[in-house]
């Protein structure tokens, strides 16, 4: 890769820029929407849920998508037109929801249609911008390209939250659809802003032949690395997502925490993720200068530190009151956000080692695997936990029971990643010694 055609710092917090409206769109669909449909219309909290599934369930077509833009060379035009379609998506989401006040079978529909468009726009947006970040991102820059963009998503889930908020009392109808048409055109001017320019051409020439996408999905899954990555990316993430749902319940019915206390408690694991994409990012600085392991150690590393935290979750179910709960939730998200951002980083170095020409197709392979297992994990990890209560009829065993098979689950994970490793792989993605105090230069 020459350095001459990669971008630096400015571009790389440009693309976070893009993934940050890319969530502010997402967050009030999956978010607000939600209450909406539950508390003020008082439809099943399974609708909104099914609408939420089915919009990981459509980012089935990631591979379609990346190919698509492997196929016409330029990542651009599917990112700026997949935040388009995901805005569209949103709006109508919200239209369906005042519909359903007067016409629910109707504002299903259109709710499904909606849901459906914000699946395909995440997917097309979100693929290639995570191509075009391992094309023109160096090696050592990775990690910590891979934290800016997510945390700023993840600053862009919470500006969102709290501008909507304000703006959405009193509660009508209207006032959600029009605040949501007006952050779908602020995410779209902000992506058309932010990528302009911003890819270079002497990168997106097209290959002179393409083969038909099937034959191109056959070849990426036929290349063992790909395959084994794909099966990483599915176990480690169902094993990241299944406690979503199930850790302020059992905060709760365990260790007596009010409803307050147990989102501040959400607030601790989101601070310790934090901390572990901040830690992988500057690893690269390390002790006077020296790098400190490679995304793969640390992809390894941050599983094994899940399932060490996990397990101990499983204990305190046991014991109950008096264990360290918030410590060790708070060291479950730095051990999550380092293994996330590693794995994420090692994704960027794995996109262009197979057939050139196939990055989209395997970054979509990729993404697949990781909205299929966030649409499961998060369900199957709550229908454990009931199915769990419901055998052994104690809350803290039944919740220990599933703890434990989420920490099994990254311990198989760390296998699997500690298997992709080539002499090829480990030179690319280790950090170089410099790649901190480059970052630390731009601060």
């Known amino acids: 890769m020459n350095p001459r055609n990669c971008i630096g710092w400015f571009g790389i917090v440009r693309l976070g820029f893009v993934q940050a409206a890319l969530g502010a769109i997402v967050v009030i669909a999956t978010s607000t929407m939600n209450r909406v449909m539950v508390v003020e219309l008082a439809l099943p909290a399974m609708l909104p849920g099914a609408l939420v599934a089915l919009h990981y369930a459509v980012q089935i077509l990631r591979p379609r998508l990346g190919f698509g833009s492997d196929v016409g060379g330029r990542r651009t035009p599917w990112i700026v037109g997949g935040i388009g379609v995901l805005g569209i998506g949103g709006v109508l989401a919200a239209i369906a929801i005042g519909l359903m006040a007067t016409q629910v079978a109707a504002g299903i529909a259109l709710a499904v249609l909606a849901f459906m468009l914000i699946g395909v726009g995440v997917g097309a947006a979100g693929t290639s911008l995570l191509v075009l970040l391992a094309k023109q991102v160096e090696p050592g820059k990775r990690a910590a390209a891979a934290t800016i963009v997510w945390m700023m998503m993840i600053l862009g889930f919470v500006a969102t939250t709290v501008i909507v908020g304000n703006l959405l009392d009193p509660y009508s109808a209207e006032r959600l659809v029009a605040i949501t048409a007006a952050v779908a055109v602020a995410a779209l001017a902000i992506a058309l802003i932010a990528t302009f320019g911003l890819e270079r051409p002497s990168l997106t020439e097209p290959e002179a032949a393409k083969p038909p996408f099937k034959v191109a999905l056959r070849e990426v899954w036929s290349e063992s690395r790909a395959r084994r990555f794909t099966i990483f990316v599915f176990v ?113 170095s794995y996109a262009s080692d197979g057939r050139t020409g196939r990055e989209g197709v395997r970054m979509g392979l990729w993404g697949a695997a990781q909205a299929i297992a966030f649409g499961v994990g998060g369900f199957a990890g709550a229908a454990a936990s009931d199915v769990a209560r419901a055998m052994i009829g104690a809350d803290g065993p039944a919740y220990a029971l599933v703890f434990a098979a989420e920490a099994l689950m990254f311990l198989v994970a760390a296998r699997l990643a500690s298997r992709l490793t080539s002499a090829a792989a480990t030179r690319s993605s280790e950090f170089p010694s410099t790649a901190g105090a480059q970052l630390a230069g731009q601060r």
């Not at 600085?285 to 499983?314: E, K």
């Open 236 to 348: 480690s993430m169902l094993a990241y997502s299944a406690q979503d749902l199930i850790l302020e319940p059992f905060a709760g019915s365990v260790f007596g925490f009010s409803p307050g206390e147990s989102t501040k408690l959400a607030g601790v694991q989101h601070g310790g993720v934090f901390v572990g994409m901040i830690l992988v990012a500057l690893a690269g600085t390390g002790w006077r200068g020296r790098r400190v392991g490679s995304l793969q150690q640390w992809t390894v590393g941050g599983c094994v530190a899940s399932c060490i935290a996990l397990a101990a979750l499983a204990i305190g179910g046991l014991t109950g009151s008096g264990w360290p709960l918030r410590e060790n939730v708070f060291l479950l998200g730095v051990a999550n956000g380092a293994f996330a951002v590693a794995a994420i980083g090692s994704m960027m």
